[in-house]
């Protein structure tokens, strides 16, 4: 990653965690936290990894925030000011259940 492209998903990281909680509705008992972002060197892309519990709720979340997709979008661009800014596309990030699913394994030995 190039410096421009790790700033860039620095701030994108933060304001996404803003827009998240002033913005977005989530259901109810649900929590979605942005825990990674990663922007192409050529800036044309922002993947945007989230955190989302209880975790039997990240379909229901994912499908929501893809639905206001375009509302995040230009709520992001509005804080930012860019030329040329990202699209966005988020994935869930499984790096919590991978850990269990790993530990549920050492535990068996």
Request: glycine share 2%; no cysteine.
């Amino acid at each position: 990653m190039t410096q421009r492209s790790e700033q860039l998903s620095s701030l994108v990281h933060h304001n996404l965690n803003d827009i998240f909680i002033r913005e977005v509705e989530f259901p109810l008992g649900t929590l979605a936290t942005v825990t990674k972002v990663e922007v192409t060197p050529d800036l044309s892309w922002a993947m945007i990894h989230l955190s989302i519990l209880p975790i039997s709720k990240q379909g229901t979340v994912l499908k929501k925030i893809s639905h206001q997709q375009r509302r995040i979008q230009h709520s992001l661009n509005k804080t930012l000011h860019l030329r040329k800014f990202p699209q966005l596309r988020f994935k869930i990030d499984d790096t919590e259940l991978q850990s269990r699913k790993i530990d549920r394994e050492l535990e068996k030995d």
